[in-house]
């Protein structure tokens, strides 16, 4: 998937859209990022906010989602953007992400091998899926990454854009997107994300690459706990798991430390960082953001961007 989900599906001829916006689709909303005003304001009235860690061109807008009104919402995004380029994150509730072992087979039948590793894996038949990959950066890695997702639904979700004159040029996943935090970096960091109701996410990444990720349950309203409530007991229990995931990363992964834990999410970060810090060495820092949310939408775009800048082909 070092690309993106259904980017090979003939739908989109839009040759005149300019505009690129950067989408993370949440189970209730649609968070829009969009890179540069358009000549014209809208009369669509949406709840709108600029993402403090950009410049202030760069806002995000938020469209009411109900997890099935594709049509509804796109005519919504189209009546306020025109015709616009989309790069479109999906948030956890619309994948799964399934580590298997790599077939011994050629490039070209991988993805039919993959259909037949997951179909023990998944509940849906293999008939009503759509699949995409990606190797671990790691040298003479055995395991792939495979993410697996409704076709129906995407297929209504590309098909709504297209009904909108609104072009996607590719589909990605929350792994994926937090690894445009750290691009150039060539040092390990262990990113805590958290959109709101969903279970906590922790990666590895370095130098734009993803080391590892796994889902933690248990802190589904980290957003919305109290300063007193952290320091009760959540935020050592949650320091619990960053030391399992940073042993793994060692010990398993054979690889060096993180030099830095880095805390995405909403609601009391900087108190969570004074917390967790206390028991690491390693520097804990609070990703400077406005919503979680609208930050995945901006780190959407960057993730196409970044690329399409450094490779001409798509697994799939």
Request: with cysteine; glycine share 4%.
């Amino acid at each position: 998937m070092e690309k993106s989900l259904l980017s090979k599906l003939p739908f989109w001829q839009n040759k005149h859209s300019k505009l690129e916006l950067g989408i993370y689709v949440c189970p209730d909303k649609l968070v829009v990022y969009q890179a540069k005003l358009p000549d014209a304001t809208s009369s669509i009235e949406t709840k709108s906010h600029v993402d403090e860690s950009v410049e202030t061109e760069n806002i995000t807008h938020e469209f009411a989602f109900n997890g099935s009104n594709w049509s509804g919402v796109f005519a919504s995004i189209a009546k306020q953007f025109k015709p616009a380029k989309l790069h479109i994150t999906l948030s956890s509730s619309f994948y799964q992400l399934l580590i298997v072992d790599k077939p011994n087979v050629e490039a070209d039948e991988m993805a039919q091998a993959l259909l037949w590793s997951v179909k023990d894996m998944v509940t849906q038949g293999v008939s009503d899926i759509h699949i995409d990959y990606f190797d671990s950066p790691l040298a003479n890695s055995a395991k792939l990454s495979v993410v697996v997702a409704d076709k129906a639904k995407l297929s209504a979700m590309v098909l709504a854009a297209q009904e909108h004159h609104m072009q996607v040029l590719g589909i990605s996943i929350e792994e994926m997107a937090v690894t445009s935090l750290f691009e150039k970096d060539n040092q390990a960091r262990l990113v805590l994300c958290h959109a709101p109701e969903q279970e906590l996410l922790l990666t590895v990444v370095k130098q734009g690459q993803l080391y590892m990720q796994r889902r933690v349950r248990g802190f589904n309203k980290l957003d919305t706990v109290s300063a007193d409530e952290l320091a009760m007991g959540m935020a050592d229990s949650l320091s619990l798991e960053l030391q399992r995931s940073m042993d793994y990363f060692e010990s398993q992964l054979r690889q060096a430390p993180v030099v830095s834990i880095e805390l995405l999410i909403n609601g009391q970060v900087d108190k969570l960082a004074e917390l967790v810090s206390a028991n690491f060495d390693q520097k804990v820092n609070a990703i400077a953001v406005d919503t979680v949310e609208a930050k995945i939408a901006l780190l959407t775009c960057g993730e196409f961007h970044r690329i399409d800048s450094t490779e001409s082909g798509v697994q799939r």
